[in-house]
C-alpha cells in the first residue's frame, strides 16, 4: 500500500497516512474523557453492573440530613447521576426520603437522572444494587437516624434478621412515602444539606 508501479513509497502519501494515524489517535484520547473508580462521565442505562461505587470522604454530608456518613460506614449508601456526579447518605432512609423528594432537597437533578443507586449489605458491609437488595424496615436496630431501612444482597440473611430483630422485610419497589413517613425520624432533627461530589 502506497507504493507506485515502480514499487517504492511515494513521500507524499507515508506523510498522509502518518498524520492520519496521528489525528485518529488525538481524537481517540480526547473522546475518552476522565474516569474515577471506574465511573463514565455519562453512562449507559445498561451499565449500572460495571461500575462501582465511590469512597465518601470525610467532608461530604448528607444528601439529606447534612450529616457525614464517612463517620458511618456499615450505613452508608449513594446514588450516581448521568451527570457524573455522586450523592452520598448517612442511611438508607435519607436516601430514600431524598429519592421521593428530590426537588427539596436536590435543584439540579431529577429522578429520571439516577444512574446507579448502591447500598451496603448489612453482614458484609460490601455494596450492593439498592434496586436488587432485601430491606428489613424498622426493626429494632437503629441506624445514624433512628429507625432505618436495612439491606442484605441475600433474602436468607434478611430473613434471619427479621426474625431476630422485627420490622418488615420489602423491595426497593415497595418501599413508598407512607413507609418512610411511619418509620419517623427518630427523634432526631438534623438540618437539610446537599453537597455533592463530583466523580
Not at 497516512?17 to 475518552?32: E, K, P, Q
Not at 452508608?76 to 427539596?104: H, L
Not at 448502591?118 to 453482614?123: A, C, G, L
Request: contains cysteine; hydrophobic residues 35%.
Amino acid at each position: 500500500m502506497g507504493k507506485g508501479d515502480s514499487g517504492k513509497i511515494y513521500p507524499e502519501m507515508f506523510i498522509t497516512a502518518c498524520l492520519m494515524l496521528l489525528l485518529a489517535f488525538m481524537v481517540g484520547c480526547a473522546t475518552s474523557g476522565d474516569r474515577t473508580a471506574g465511573q463514565s462521565a455519562s453512562p449507559q442505562a445498561g451499565e449500572v453492573g460495571m461500575h462501582q461505587p465511590m469512597t465518601i470522604p470525610e467532608n461530604v454530608s448528607c444528601g439529606k440530613c447534612g450529616m457525614y456518613p464517612a463517620k458511618y460506614p456499615r450505613w452508608q449508601s449513594q446514588i450516581v447521576f448521568r451527570d457524573g456526579t455522586m450523592t452520598p447518605f448517612d442511611g438508607c432512609k435519607c436516601m430514600f426520603n431524598y429519592i421521593v423528594a428530590m426537588g427539596e432537597f436536590d435543584k439540579t437533578h431529577s429522578r429520571d437522572e439516577i444512574f446507579a443507586i448502591w447500598v451496603k449489605d448489612f453482614n458484609s458491609e460490601s455494596w450492593i444494587n439498592g434496586v436488587d437488595a432485601y430491606y428489613v424496615v424498622g426493626s429494632n436496630m437503629m441506624g445514624p437516624m433512628g429507625k432505618e431501612l436495612i439491606p442484605f444482597a441475600d433474602q436468607e440473611d434478611a430473613t434471619k434478621f427479621h426474625q431476630e430483630q422485627g420490622g418488615r422485610m420489602m423491595m426497593y419497589s415497595q418501599i413508598t412515602p407512607e413507609v418512610l413517613k411511619n418509620l419517623g425520624m427518630g427523634g432526631m432533627k438534623m438540618e437539610k444539606g446537599s453537597q455533592h461530589m463530583k466523580m
